[in-house]
Every structure is written in C-alpha cells, then in structure tokens.
C-alpha cells in the first residue's frame, strides 16, 4: 500500500470540514472534533508565527546581506548566531510538521470502521434523514450523516445518542 502525503492532507481537509464543532456533544464524543478546532485555530495562527520567526531570524542574521556572509565567511559570526538560526528553522519545521500531522491523522480516522454502536447510531441517522445508508460506513461517512443531520434537522435530539 503506497501512501501519498499530498491526497492524505487533501483528504483530511475534507474530513475536516464535515465535521459541525459547534455542538457540545459531539466535542465530548469524537476526538476528531477537537482535533478539527485545533486545526482550524492552527489556520490562523500558525502563518503570523511563522512570519514573526523569519523576520526575527532575518533581523538577527542581518538581512540578505548577512545571510550571504553567514555562509562566505562562517568565521565571521559567532556560534549563538548559528544555534539562533538552526533553532529556528527547527521551530518552523516542526510547527509545520504538527499541523500537517493533524492533516493526516484526520485523513487515517476518515478511513476507520465504525464501532457497532456507531454503526446503528449511522442507520438510525440516516433513516430519519430519508437517505440510504452504505452498505459497510466508515467514520468519514458518519461525518458526512452527521453535518448534514446537524443542518437538515431542526430537531437535534438524534444527537443525545451518539
């Protein structure tokens, strides 16, 4: 079994965006949820913390200028010069590592069975929504029944149990 980043972060946006994080009960049910928040408050902060670190290692360094000499010259700067700029490409790094990971940690749980409680939980989802269930759900459509329950359904009484 090949395993392609790209598709995988793809598919945990999409993953991502079923999920409804505005109800209290499927915060404290699904872990995917929480994750889902994280991830959309990572969105907006990670870029500013990223811009903020490549300003202050480029301020640091000495622009453009002192870059090329950083590597000309390496006699010239001290070492805290070069742990300030290895800690903060390894800052950036793994930054963006933890967010990607979130991307395709979403994407692995889309592809996991449904517990036989979830399962029924599915069914009985999908009966009240008029729609056929699939034959063999995994938790990416649940998901999917979930977030169109949440906005079809007036009455959210299907969620007290999941």
Not at 91 to 107: D, E, I, K, P, R
Not at 111 to 121: A, R, S, W
Not at 124 to 140: I, S
Request: with cysteine; aromatic share 12%.
């Amino acid at each position: 079994m090949s395993f392609n980043i790209i598709k995988a972060v793809k598919r945990g946006s999409a993953f991502m965006e079923l999920w409804p994080t505005d109800e209290p009960v499927l915060k404290a049910a699904f872990r995917e949820v929480r994750v889902v928040l994280l991830l959309r408050k990572a969105k907006w902060a990670v870029p500013p913390i990223i811009a903020i670190v490549i300003f202050m290692l480029y301020y640091s360094i000495g622009g453009l200028q002192g870059f090329r000499l950083m590597l000309a010259y390496p006699s010239a700067f001290s070492g805290i010069t070069y742990m300030s700029f290895a800690t903060a490409i390894m800052s950036l790094l793994c930054l963006l590592l933890m967010v990607l990971n979130g991307y395709v940690w979403l994407a692995l749980q889309s592809y996991q069975k449904l517990t036989p409680h979830q399962e029924h939980f599915y069914r009985d989802l999908m009966a009240k929504l008029g729609k056929e269930p699939v034959e063999k759900p995994r938790m990416f459509e649940l998901a999917q029944a979930i977030g169109e329950g949440c906005k079809k359904l007036k009455d959210k009484s299907f969620l007290e149990y999941v």
